[in-house]
């Protein structure tokens, strides 16, 4: 069974930068739109970046222009770059698809913006 593997999470100050990484256990970013999701305490999960085949992107107004999508399909892994970060990114982020029909969720990496 596909396995998605989300890692790079940990805490960070307030205006700080953090890459998180998304390797899935066989090469799906041919086949596949993904994306970054994140689920706060208490909230839904939501998507806020994502990534086409042919690499169009995506971003949440939420993080438009401190967040980072990007892809090396050589490396089968998939990245977020977060700059900037403000306590309210605060959350456990995930990669999937960016479709209706989802892939296993992941454990996670968890995210803190704390001082």
């Known amino acids: 069974q596909l396995q998605l593997v989300e890692s790079g999470g940990g805490l960070v100050q307030p205006g700080g930068s953090l890459r998180l990484s998304c390797t899935p256990s066989r090469n799906i970013f041919s086949v596949y739109a993904m994306g970054w999701y994140r689920q706060a305490p208490g909230k839904q999960r939501e998507l806020v970046a994502s990534?086409?085949?042919?690499?169009?992107?995506k971003y949440a107004d939420s993080v438009k222009g401190r967040f980072t999508i990007s892809r090396d399909n050589a490396k089968n892994t998939m990245y977020l770059q977060m700059n900037s970060l403000k306590p309210e990114d605060t959350a456990v982020y995930y990669c999937n698809r960016d479709f209706i029909t989802l892939l296993p969720w992941g454990q996670g990496t968890q995210v803190t913006v704390s001082s």
């Open positions: 990534i086409t085949i042919d690499s169009s992107i």
